[in-house]
């Protein structure tokens, strides 16, 4: 974060132009796969350039890992703000639907990718990932406490509990759902889910 | 196959020895990062012996795709084939939460950390592993019909996409229990779906 706040506008723009090609190549090819030599080559940064921002890979890892997190939550954070209803949960679920299409059910989530391959050999991004889980998870959560004070669902419903259910569903949806190169996993996954919510409704 | 069926008993308990230990190894570090140096030394055989049975790593990955789906699979259709009603699907739940719960919550489903790292870069690998859970998801749409069979779920039920989408759960909630360390993801995920089959019963 010091190092940060010290760039330039200009270093600012040629660390995140760096960060973006290492999350591209570690998205297409693993994190293992992707050298500092292939960063730098993608990102058009000299060897001296890209040893000033980044002298170890581990410090790339953690960048792209902050960026990738930052990214999902942040575009997770708009799309979930128009929620405050079981029915506007489906129009959430059809952007994601979309854009899984989009990608031809390529990659799946890339947290979640991150959080499959650093889990166990990278402590530090594991504990990040579980905070931008956790706040995935709590983003979710408002929509359904939202949906509850509408009289969608029961007073007293365990919504954090079916937020993390939600999140599972959706993690395990787009995982199956590129294995698959159909959207299908994640749709049931999610329409499940709604359907769920719908039947908890009162009366 | 073929190459297979000429190994001796010896050969055949060798070559096992060996994708064991590849097995390990890539659940531990991820494919990437394991070499074939690595399964030489943790099996315990000779360069010769080792190329012998494997000329390239992608030979070994392939064996490994294939000993873990069997591996998965075959566990699977062991505890499913005990699951007729809904109030089974609770014990099998239990099962593998215990389980996930004895590794302490390290490491996430074998064949779905695979399909993780080898979806994009491997595609008969993907293919395999796409097949695997397939056969899983249709060892879950059993269960359902039978329960559907003994009047628990209304007849007409989808109970196929009901499986994916009880698969799904368990993919994800594997990958948020091994990435908080915590069996409580994985719980709430097949909860939610074993509550959902309630609420679906007749009258």
């Given at each position: 974060m010091e190092h940060r706040a010290k760039l330039t506008a200009k270093g600012r723009a040629t660390r995140e132009r760096i960060v973006r090609a290492a999350a591209q190549l570690m998205a297409e090819h693993g994190v293992a796969h992707t050298t500092i030599k292939d960063v730098q080559a993608a990102a058009g940064v000299s060897a001296s350039q890209m040893y000033h921002y980044f002298s170890e890979k581990s410090?790339?890892?953690s960048a792209v890992v902050e960026g990738q997190s930052d990214q999902i939550l942040g575009s997770q954070e708009l799309a979930l703000a128009q929620v405050h209803s079981i029915a506007e949960l489906s129009r959430w679920r059809?952007?994601?639907v979309e854009a899984m299409r989009d990608k031809g059910c390529t990659g799946g989530c890339p947290?979640?990718?991150?959080?499959?391959?650093?889990?166990e050999t990278?402590?530090?991004a594991r504990a990040r990932l579980e905070g931008a889980f956790a706040r995935w998870q709590a983003l979710i959560t408002d929509c359904l406490t939202a949906a509850m004070a509408r009289g969608e669902l029961p007073p007293g419903t365990d919504v954090d509990r079916i937020a993390l259910s939600l999140l599972a569903g959706i993690q395990g949806?787009?995982?199956l759902s590129q294995v698959h190169r159909d959207t299908k996993p994640l749709e049931a996954a999610i329409d499940t889910m709604i359907d769920y919510l719908r039947r908890l409704a009162p009366g």
């Open positions: 410090e790339l890892v059809h952007l994601m947290i979640g990718s991150l959080a499959n391959e650093l889990a990278d402590p530090p949806g787009l995982l």
